[in-house]
């Protein structure tokens, strides 16, 4: 059975940082990219961020680019979030994805139970 499970979110002030991350099991972690996705309130599902199998390519929405650092280990089967310089607007439900692409971002199926970050002073 596919499993993706997330911590690491919270509340924070903005400026601050959080690290998240995604720990998998039931598949081979380290032959599928991975992806982070995020839902606000109110609003539908927005891809973040992609990673390939290996962690050499490395893709971002442009609003996170430079702040949010996307990285794996796949010897611990594990995805990580490094979040930095925090706004508002990341405030969301944050869910690794197994996979790429648009069915990786709009089909539940593929995501973790998420995380919740909320970025308010």
């Known amino acids: 059975e596919v499993q993706l499970v997330e911590s690491g979110g919270g509340v924070v002030q903005p400026g601050g940082s959080l690290r998240l991350s995604c720990a998998a099991s039931g598949f081979t972690f380290s032959q599928n990219d991975m992806s982070w996705v995020r839902q606000a309130p109110g609003k539908g599902p927005e891809w973040v961020s992609t990673?390939?199998?290996?962690?050499?390519?490395?893709y971002y929405k442009d609003s996170v680019k430079h702040r949010f650092t996307n990285s794996r280990d796949n010897a611990k089967n594990t995805l990580f979030l490094q979040m930095n310089s925090l706004k508002p607007e990341d405030t969301a439900l944050y869910y690794c994805?197994?996979?790429?692409?648009?069915?990786?971002?709009?089909?539940?199926?593929?995501w973790g139970q998420g995380t919740q970050v909320t970025v308010s002073s």
């Open positions: 994805a197994r996979g790429r692409g648009p069915i990786t971002t709009t089909n539940r199926a593929y």
């Open positions: 990673i390939n199998s290996a962690g050499t390519s490395i």
